[in-house]
């Protein structure tokens, strides 16, 4: 069956930066865009940033852009998720995501991750 | 950015009850809408997409309707397992955006 696997997240301080992988398995990957979309202690989701399934056409929210960069390694089967200049706002659990049709960036979300999570904090 | 509201933040109702959650949209997301159940401690889970369309494994108590930009979420007769979290979702453009979700309680 599907399955996304995050990791990667960890306490970091202000200003330092972290990768955000998910592992999948179960279907084939290089035909699926991915997301990043995260949730906030005790609140709601915030969608992060898509992938193409080619890997040559991103988009993000103007939350991240500029500081976080989505990419993925389809011999791998893993997406990822470069952070920088990490603040105690983006202390979040991570979900990656998968759309339900193939080929589509904006679609809706059929399987999720567990999450992983970042804290930011001093 | 298509803003999302739902309402009530939180409803309470008792097992066997119909519980009915509305979502709206800033402007027209036709019937690009899905509906996610959270439970505690649990990744969000599809329940429903294009406005109507029960996801796969969905109990019929669940049903969404409506297009543009209201929508609502009803299940027919709550059981235990259905008190959770529900978030309505566009992804008729970008960002896309959730609503802040709704407490569905005893």
């Known amino acids: 069956q599907v399955q996304l696997v995050e990791s990667g997240g960890d306490m970091v301080q202000p200003g330092r930066s972290l990768r955000l992988s998910c592992e999948v398995s179960?279907?084939?990957?290089?035909?699926?865009?991915m997301h990043w979309v995260r949730q906030l202690p005790g609140t709601g989701l915030e969608w992060l940033a898509v992938m193409s399934a080619d890997g040559f056409s991103q988009t993000y929210s103007d939350s991240v852009k500029g500081r976080f960069t989505v990419s993925r390694d389809n011999s791998r089967n893993t997406l990822y998720l470069q952070m920088n200049s990490l603040r105690p706002e983006d202390t979040a659990l991570y979900y990656c995501?998968?759309?339900?049709?193939?080929?589509?960036?904006?679609?809706?979300?059929?399987?999720w991750g567990q999450g992983t999570l970042v804290i930011v904090s001093s | 950015e298509t803003v999302m509201t739902q309402s009530p933040a939180t409803l309470s109702v008792s097992p066997g009850e119909r519980a009915t959650l509305s979502c709206r949209a800033s402007q027209s997301v036709s019937i690009n809408l899905a509906w996610y159940q959270q439970k505690p401690g649990q990744a969000p889970r599809l329940l429903i997409s294009?406005?109507?369309t029960r996801a796969a494994g969905i109990p019929a108590r669940f049903s969404g309707s409506g297009s543009g930009t209201e929508f609502t979420l009803t299940i027919s007769s709550l059981q235990s397992e259905d008190f959770a979290v529900y978030y309505c979702q566009q992804y008729n453009d970008w960002p896309f955006t959730f609503g802040p979700g709704t407490k569905v309680d005893i």
């Open positions: 179960g279907f084939t990957f290089s035909t699926f865009a």
């Open positions: 294009g406005a109507s």
């Open positions: 995501v998968r759309v339900h049709r193939e080929w589509m960036l904006r679609d809706y979300f059929d399987n």
